[in-house]
C-alpha cells in the first residue's frame, strides 16, 4: 500500500493525503458528532450530528488544503518550483523543489497560509451569524472558522517548522544576511517554544480535565522539537570559480628533465589530483609532462624514454594569468598540446591547469 493517496493536481501541483488523514477524518467526525455539536447545540438528531461532523472534518481538511496551497502559490510567485503538498494528521506540508531564495520570500511564503487562515475563520463566523441560517449549518460553520482562526494563530507561533518559526528566521536572514544564523537562532527558540507546548498540553491534560486537547498540544509540542531539529540551513552554494586563480592548483614538485618517465609515479601519487608535472632542468621549468601522456606511452618504454623527451615544450604551451577569466582560458587552452597551460604571474610559474581543472570547474553547479 502507498504510504499516500493521491488527490489530483491544483495548478500543476501534486496533491496527496497520508494514510493517517482518512483516520483522522473518521476520529475526528466522530468526536464532533458525538461529543461537541450535541453539547455545543443540543436537541438535533444524531443523524444530523454525524451530517456535520462529517461536513466539518472534511470542510477542515479543505481549509488546510487552501493554506497549503496559499503558501504553494506565494512561492511559485517568488520563482520556486513546487514538488507536492501532502495532507496528514498534523495538517499539511508543501515541499519545495528548492530553497528560498530569500529572507523575504520566506517571509512571504510563510505568511501566506496563515493569513489564508485568518481570513476563511473570519468569513466562516461571520457567515455563522447570518440570521436565518438553519441552526446545524450555523454549529458547523462556527466550528469550522474557530478553528481556522485557532489553525492561523497557532501556526504563528515563532517555532521552525511552523510558519511563524520560518517568518523569524526569513526576518532574521533578511536583516543579518547570514541564513546558518538565523537558522541557529531560529532552531534555538523553536526549541523553547516546543518545551513550553509540552508542558502546557501535560498541564491542561492533568489539571483541567481536558486530557485530548491537552495531549494534542503536547504531541504537537513534540513534532515541533523533532522536526525543528532537522532544520538546517542548506550549505551556502560554493562561489562560481570565475578566474584561473580559482581552479589553480600549486604543483609543488618538478621533475628532472633527464630522469626516466616512469619517476613520475613517485612524484605524484595514484591520489595526487595533479594530472601534469613541471618538468625542470636546472632549476628552470623547460616543460610539463601529462600523466596521460607517459599512460598513452607503452609500457616496455617508459623506463626508457626521459620526461625531456616525453614533455611539452615551454614555449609550446599556452600562458595564462591567475587573474585571466576561465571562460576567456577555455578555446585557448583547447589550441594548447594536451589542453594544458601554465599560469604565470611575472615570469613565476604558478601552477599548470588542464581539462580537468577546466572541466570541472563547470561541473559544480550553482
Ligand atoms: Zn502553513
Known amino acids: 500500500m502507498p504510504s499516500s493517496l493521491s488527490l489530483g493536481r491544483i495548478k500543476g501541483i501534486p496533491i496527496s493525503a497520508n494514510w493517517s488523514l482518512v483516520g483522522l477524518i473518521v476520529l475526528l467526525s466522530w468526536e464532533l458528532a458525538t461529543h461537541v455539536f450535541p453539547s455545543s447545540d443540543p436537541g438535533?438528531?444524531?443523524?444530523?450530528?454525524?451530517?456535520?461532523?462529517?461536513?466539518?472534518?472534511?470542510?477542515?481538511?479543505?481549509?488546510?488544503?487552501?493554506?497549503?496551497?496559499?503558501?504553494?502559490?506565494?512561492?511559485?510567485?517568488?520563482?520556486?518550483?513546487?514538488?507536492?503538498?501532502?495532507?496528514?494528521?498534523?495538517?499539511?506540508?508543501?515541499?519545495?523543489?528548492?530553497?528560498?531564495?530569500?529572507?523575504?520570500?520566506?517571509?512571504?511564503?510563510?505568511l501566506a497560509g496563515p493569513a489564508i487562515s485568518i481570513v476563511l475563520g473570519g468569513a466562516a463566523l461571520a457567515s455563522a451569524s447570518l440570521p436565518m441560517l438553519p441552526a446545524p449549518i450555523a454549529t458547523t460553520l462556527w466550528w469550522l472558522g474557530t478553528m481556522n482562526l485557532i489553525l492561523g494563530v497557532f501556526n504563528l507561533l515563532p517555532a521552525l517548522p511552523l510558519d511563524g518559526g520560518r517568518a523569524l528566521r526569513g526576518a532574521m536572514w533578511a536583516t543579518t544576511h547570514d541564513l546558518a544564523r538565523a537558522t541557529r537562532i531560529g532552531v534555538q527558540v523553536s526549541k523553547i517554544v516546543a518545551i513550553g507546548m509540552m508542558t502546557t498540553g501535560l498541564v491542561i491534560a492533568m489539571s483541567f480535565g481536558n486530557p485530548v486537547s491537552g495531549i494534542w498540544l503536547a504531541l504537537i509540542g513534540?513534532?515541533?522539537?523533532?522536526?525543528?531539529?532537522?532544520?538546517?540551513?542548506?550549505a551556502p552554494p560554493a562561489p562560481a570559480p570565475?578566474?584561473?586563480?580559482?581552479?589553480?592548483?600549486?604543483?609543488?614538485?618538478?621533475?628532472?628533465?633527464?630522469?626516466?618517465?616512469?619517476?613520475?609515479?613517485?612524484?605524484i601519487g595514484s591520489s595526487s589530483p595533479l594530472t601534469a608535472i613541471p618538468v625542470s632542468d636546472d632549476e628552470q621549468v623547460i616543460g610539463i609532462l601529462p600523466v596521460a601522456a607517459v599512460e598513452a606511452l607503452a609500457p616496455e618504454f617508459r623506463s626508457r624514454t626521459t620526461a625531456r623527451?616525453?614533455?611539452?615544450?615551454?614555449?609550446?604551451?599556452?600562458?595564462?594569468?591567475?587573474?585571466?577569466?576561465?571562460?576567456?582560458?577555455?578555446?585557448?587552452?583547447?589550441?594548447?598540446?594536451?589542453?594544458?597551460?601554465?599560469?604565470?604571474?611575472?615570469?613565476?610559474?604558478?601552477?599548470?591547469v588542464g581539462p580537468r581543472e577546466i572541466n570541472q570547474s563547470t561541473a559544480n553547479p550553482t
Open 44 to 110: 438535533q438528531s444524531s443523524i444530523a450530528y454525524t451530517a456535520m461532523g462529517i461536513a466539518a472534518a472534511i470542510g477542515l481538511i479543505a481549509c488546510i488544503l487552501l493554506h497549503e496551497l496559499a503558501h504553494a502559490i506565494q512561492a511559485l510567485r517568488e520563482g520556486m518550483r513546487i514538488h507536492s503538498i501532502t495532507l496528514w494528521l498534523f495538517g499539511g506540508v508543501a515541499r519545495f523543489d528548492r530553497f528560498f531564495p530569500s529572507g523575504g520570500a520566506e517571509i512571504r511564503i510563510a
Open 222 to 234: 513534540l513534532f515541533v522539537l523533532q522536526a525543528g531539529r532537522h532544520e538546517a540551513a542548506p
Open 242 to 267: 570565475v578566474t584561473i586563480a580559482d581552479i589553480l592548483r600549486p604543483t609543488g614538485v618538478s621533475l628532472s628533465a633527464d630522469v626516466a618517465v616512469t619517476q613520475i609515479e613517485t612524484l
Open 309 to 352: 623527451a616525453l614533455m611539452i615544450p615551454r614555449g609550446d604551451l599556452i600562458r595564462l594569468s591567475p587573474t585571466t577569466d576561465i571562460a576567456a582560458a577555455r578555446p585557448l587552452l583547447a589550441t594548447s598540446p594536451w589542453g594544458y597551460g601554465l599560469v604565470v604571474d611575472n615570469d613565476v610559474l604558478l601552477g599548470i
